[in-house]
């Protein structure tokens, strides 16, 4: 099994983090938000940080991210 959500957000750049989830902490994080972070780290040229297919899998199927809201 790959990362956890929480171990791959902590090798990402916080400040993007922040920017992307600004005004919705309470919640759990939304697949778009990670989405964003993914965009930016392939602009940045730092596509190793991005999660794997299957680490996304995961974190939706276990409840660690939610992959839409109602």
């Known amino acids: 099994m790959g990362r956890s959500y929480d171990d791959w957000l902590k090798t990402q750049?916080?400040?993007?983090?922040?920017?992307?989830?600004?005004g919705d902490e309470a919640n759990k994080p939304l697949?778009?938000?990670?989405?964003?972070?993914?965009?930016?780290?392939?602009?940045?040229?730092?596509?190793e940080l991005n999660p794997s297919a299957a680490e996304l899998l995961d974190w939706v199927t276990s409840g660690q991210i939610d992959a839409m809201r109602k």
């Open 31 to 47: 697949l778009n938000q990670i989405n964003w972070i993914w965009v930016k780290n392939l602009m940045d040229k730092k596509a």
């Open 13 to 22: 750049d916080q400040a993007i983090v922040a920017k992307v989830r600004a």
